[in-house]
């Protein structure tokens, strides 16, 4: 059983459809990050959320932390090719650690 | 500009022969992790080190896997013998302060 559950697994839409994905998990986390891998690349950081209800945004992206604190969403506006990639999510366990969802594989076909 | 980097990109071997991975942190960086990423697993940490000493190797068969950090600016993560169920793409990271890592871009390993 993963810590962190993202779904769905996969998406693939149409450029310019929005779309929300999403990382659940039973346990509190001090914070969350997203990020995103291209094929043949290393994941990127993309942000951090730290505050329960916080609300963040990358250009066509929003990032959103639950009040709970233990989950989090992210919300991309008119998709664009560029979009595509593994969303990853993640959070801190003790020592720097980090533990990853499995993702979430977005296609945005032109 | 400043980015970890991994070497070699790719590599295939046969069953039973020793693979070495490397990796050059960001310059200042004092927290290195190595991953393992596979399809049916995901994103897996096999081990990592603070101010080039091992924190925690427990994600990693130990009867194959080594890693160290010879020194500030590389570390390595060794598999030897190698088996066909090694194969995965190997990432190294890097981090300076709590917990925002960046990431290399990571070498695929192919046993046959």
């Known amino acids: 059983t993963q810590l962190l559950e993202q779904s769905p697994q996969f998406l693939s839409i149409q450029e310019g459809e929005n779309l929300t994905v999403y990382c659940n998990s039973s346990?509190?986390?001090?914070?969350l990050q997203w990020y995103r891998q291209e094929p043949g690349e290393g994941p990127v950081l993309l942000v951090t959320?730290?505050?329960?209800?916080e609300v963040k945004k990358l250009k066509r992206l929003t990032f959103q932390f639950g009040d709970a604190r233990k989950d989090s969403s992210l919300h991309i506006t008119a998709a664009q090719p560029g979009d595509t990639g593994l969303y990853l999510c993640?959070?801190?366990?003790?020592?720097?650690?980090?533990?990853f969802g499995a993702g979430t594989i977005l296609r945005v076909k032109s | 500009d400043a980015r970890v980097t991994q070497t070699p990109r790719h590599k295939v071997t046969e069953m039973g022969q020793e693979v070495t991975m490397r990796c050059q942190p960001i310059?200042?960086?004092?927290?290195v992790f190595w991953y393992r990423q596979t399809m049916m697993q995901g994103l897996e940490l096999l081990a990592y080190?603070?101010?080039?000493?091992?924190?925690?190797d427990s994600g990693m068969p130990k009867d194959r896997f080594s890693a160290e950090m010879p020194d500030a600016t590389l570390a390595t993560l060794k598999i030897q013998p190698s088996e066909p169920r090694d194969s995965a793409v190997y990432f190294c990271a890097s981090a300076l302060t709590g917990y925002e890592q960046y990431f290399g871009p990571g070498t695929r390993l192919t046993v046959t």
């Open positions: 993640a959070g801190p366990l003790d020592g720097n650690k980090l533990v």
């Open positions: 080190f603070r101010n080039r000493a091992p924190l925690d």
């Open positions: 959320v730290v505050t329960g209800g």
């Open positions: 346990s509190v986390f001090s914070s």
């Open positions: 310059l200042g960086h004092n927290t």
